[in-house]
């Protein structure tokens, strides 16, 4: 189905593994898009609970977009190239179910970004992040300069933006911008463990929270208002139904995937 990555649903977790290891897993337009259809197809899969991306082999989660396919965009083609990448970067982050970052390897450009639209971000102590751009004469185009300001603060971020310099798995956890680093042979069974876990709660809740969450950082919205709304609509679905009614019953509640 995909010529880049690799789909696996396993225990109703998707993986969807980037798979151009000899190219260190360079997001090229294709793969971007193909990464969204998987993101998207999953959104009303009801097998699917959560999902886990990553790259292929040991070196890289994503080493950046692929030059060499750009490399003679002019001002049109270039602006499209950034706001694809952006719906691509949208799909993600506002996903219904969610997504974490395996990040096994270096997380560089394009690959930070991809990295930074998850919603948890786990990291091999092999990792390294950066956002190189301006080496090329570019700025990042696929949500770099505001999602790093969100994670690590403006100070932080526009010292990284500016200067290039990569940054290794235990400044990132420092900087918060990953969640949590772990020896690459744990990396995945990690992830599976936080998004084991989170199929316990609520699926209905879980996408409210993401909603909520997202929305605090979008202009002209307001959080509060959108976390009122979403509290409200909660109280129609068969989540609060099964989730009270075993809080009162003193049982573990059983929540369908919806």
């Known amino acids: 189905m995909y010529n880049n990555i690799i789909t696996e649903l396993e225990n109703n977790i998707l993986t969807i593994k980037i798979n151009r290891e000899s190219k260190l897993n360079a997001l090229n337009i294709e793969t971007l898009q193909e990464i969204k259809n998987a993101v998207s197809l999953a959104q009303d899969d009801k097998e699917i609970s959560g999902i886990i991306l990553t790259g292929s082999g040991s070196k890289a989660f994503a080493a950046g977009a692929d030059i060499s396919e750009f490399v003679n965009f002019d001002v049109k083609q270039g602006t499209k190239m950034s706001a694809d990448g952006h719906e691509v970067m949208n799909t993600i982050e506002q996903s219904r179910k969610p997504v974490i970052a395996a990040v096994n390897g270096f997380a560089l450009g394009g690959g930070c970004e991809l990295a930074m639209a998850c919603h948890i971000r786990i990291a091999s102590e092999n990792a390294k992040f950066g956002q190189p751009e301006v080496n090329l004469g570019v700025p990042p185009g696929y949500g770099g300069t505001q999602r790093l300001i969100q994670l690590v603060g403006k100070g932080k ?35 599976f463990e936080i998004l084991k876990k989170i199929n316990t709660k609520s699926p209905s809740a879980i996408a409210k929270v993401i909603n909520c969450v997202n929305d605090f950082y979008k202009d002209g919205v307001d959080g509060f208002q959108t976390e009122i709304e979403e509290f409200g609509h909660a109280f129609g679905t068969a989540d609060f139904k099964e989730g009270t009614d075993a809080f009162l019953n003193k049982r573990k509640p059983e929540f369908k995937q919806s």
């Open 157 to 191: 971020a526009i010292e990284l933006l500016l200067t290039a310099d990569a940054i290794s798995a235990n400044e990132a956890l420092e900087y918060r911008l990953v969640n949590d680093v772990v020896p690459i042979e744990d990396l995945l069974p990690r992830c």
